[in-house]
């Protein structure tokens, strides 16, 4: 029994998977620890065989040196695509830290071991709940078939215009700051009010001993006013999946 395997196809299969599984390696939360290495991979084929019957009709490499440059220029598609992606979504979290150090919990920060970094209480908590909304609301399938998208935009052996990146990358940044700024800063308004208010009255009545005062009424304030700011979440994440979408057709030159 001889068995035949098409070579076009399983050249396309395994470049596509590099892009793929470079990209999950940096994106949250395939990215974390919680998530083992060999899911990624399969996941990471299966996506790619998807793709693999299309892609296979490209040009591909013939030659080992051809194939090697191939791989590696896939993985670093996957990893700049990756990081520009974990970067919008990594605002909500920045949000979160924000709302803690106005708040007083920074001081609660500690260790995750998933994340492989430290992490404050709220920023987590929003770490946590906008992966909740992206994976309710569909938004993470949007993602991915973003990234699949790409493949008809950027071929296999095809290298992107690295020179667009710069663009792509500052508006990530500006993305970056302009969403945590705009989702923490009426609370941070807020609570320097609370913090002004309780230092005149520390000015005015030295006797009622405010600081008893300060840090329960903060931790009262931050938790109220995080409870009506959980209605912005659902369009920020909305938000920000386009955004990374975007990015990643600039990036492989759909526009």
Do not use: C
């Not at 500690?110 to 994340?115: K, Q, T």
């Amino acid at each position: 029994m001889v068995l035949s395997v098409d070579g076009a196809a399983l050249s396309a299969l395994l470049l596509a998977s590099v892009r793929v599984v470079a990209w999950l390696a940096v994106v949250p939360p395939f990215a974390t620890r919680g998530i083992p290495a060999m899911a990624k991979v399969v996941l990471a084929l299966g996506l790619s065989l998807t793709m693999a019957p299309t892609l296979a009709t490209q040009d591909l490499p013939s030659t080992t040196p051809a194939l090697l440059m191939a791989t590696v220029a896939q993985a670093l598609i996957g990893v700049a695509m990756g990081y520009v992606t974990m970067l919008l979504f990594a605002a909500i979290g920045a949000a979160g830290a924000l709302i803690d150090l106005f708040g007083g919990f920074a001081i609660a920060a500690a260790w995750d071991p998933l994340g492989m970094n430290m992490n404050t209480v709220f920023g987590r908590f929003h770490q946590i709940l906008a992966t909740a909304l992206l994976v309710v609301t569909g938004g993470h399938l949007l993602v991915i078939g973003g990234l699949l998208s790409t493949f008809h935009y950027l071929p296999l052996t095809g290298m992107p215009d690295i020179s667009s990146w710069d663009g792509v990358l500052v508006t990530a940044f500006s993305m970056f700051f302009t969403v945590a700024v705009q989702m923490a800063l009426p609370m941070i308004a807020v609570l320097f009010v609370a913090d002004l208010a309780l230092a005149l009255l520390t000015k005015v009545a030295p006797q009622l001993n405010a600081l008893n005062v300060m840090f329960p009424a903060k931790v009262g304030l931050t938790l109220l006013l995080l409870g009506l700011s959980f209605p912005m979440l659902p369009d920020a994440v909305e938000r920000l999946v386009g955004f990374a979408n975007d990015a990643m057709a600039t990036m492989s030159g759909a526009g």
